[in-house]
């Protein structure tokens, strides 16, 4: 039961504030599992907010749909609004769940997207601890810009070789201390932080 209830948390988004069902969608790791490692050349994205910096690195090779459209993403400016459109929230935090983000503005309105994209769920890669991966609404190929990182192993979520499951596509290897902190936060009954957490600054680390 608690896992239904956490994948249906999951395709929440905005509109989850009005309880549609849509895009916005155990083991615990030691902090020091996720840190400044990586793999040589692989592209990393810093993510910047007002509790702290993330760097996540993409799995390219693993996710090549999946990581090219975050990266459009980033580089046209959406979350952080240097696109002039805004910027976007960490919107949905549930603690030993994930922390969810990449779609929703500080006024609460859902920010328009791209069109929706294949979901690669059938890479081999799991929602392990420290993971990103998409949110997307219960069908399958609805994965826009919002993405979560998993704070804990939800290998419940991978799905089966049908592809039924949530794309991982890269994975954090510095700040997960700030992705533990942001699922401390306190919220509302949707899951939203009361205190906006606002992605100041989005962009591939040089």
Same mark, same amino acid.
Request: with cysteine; hydrophobic share 40%.
């Given at each position: ?27 615990? +790791? $030691? @902090?020091?599992?996720? *840190?400044?490692?990586?793999?040589? %050349? !692989? #592209?990393?994205?810093?993510? =910047? ?24 993403? +980033? $580089? @046209?400016?959406?979350? *952080?609004?240097?696109?002039?459109? %805004? !910027? #976007?929230?960490?919107?949905? =935090? ?113």
């Amino acid at each position: 039961m608690k896992r239904l209830s956490l994948i249906a948390l999951l395709t929440l988004t905005t509109a989850c504030f009005k309880g549609d069902v849509e895009d916005t969608g155990e083991t615990a +790791v $030691d @902090d020091t599992a996720v *840190d400044d490692t990586g793999v040589a %050349g !692989a #592209t990393q994205v810093e993510i =910047v907010t007002g509790m702290g910096s993330v760097v996540v690195e993409m799995a390219e090779a693993d996710a090549p749909i999946t990581t090219a459209n975050f990266l459009q993403y +980033v $580089d @046209d400016g959406f979350f *952080d609004g240097d696109d002039g459109g %805004g !910027a #976007t929230l960490f919107h949905r =935090v549930i603690p030993d769940f994930m922390a969810q983000g990449g779609g929703v503005l500080e006024s609460g309105a859902q920010k328009t997207t791209r069109e929706a994209i294949v979901n690669e769920s059938d890479n081999g890669l799991s929602n392990a601890r420290g993971t990103i991966a998409m949110a997307r609404t219960q069908a399958l190929d609805t994965a826009t810009s919002q993405f979560f990182i998993n704070v804990v192993d939800n290998d419940f979520l991978d799905g089966g070789s049908d592809g039924s499951g949530y794309a991982v596509f890269g994975e954090v290897v510095s700040g997960m201390d700030v992705v533990d902190a942001m699922v401390a936060v306190s919220t509302d009954g949707n899951d939203k932080p009361t205190a906006d957490i606002v992605i100041q600054d989005m962009e591939r680390v040089e």
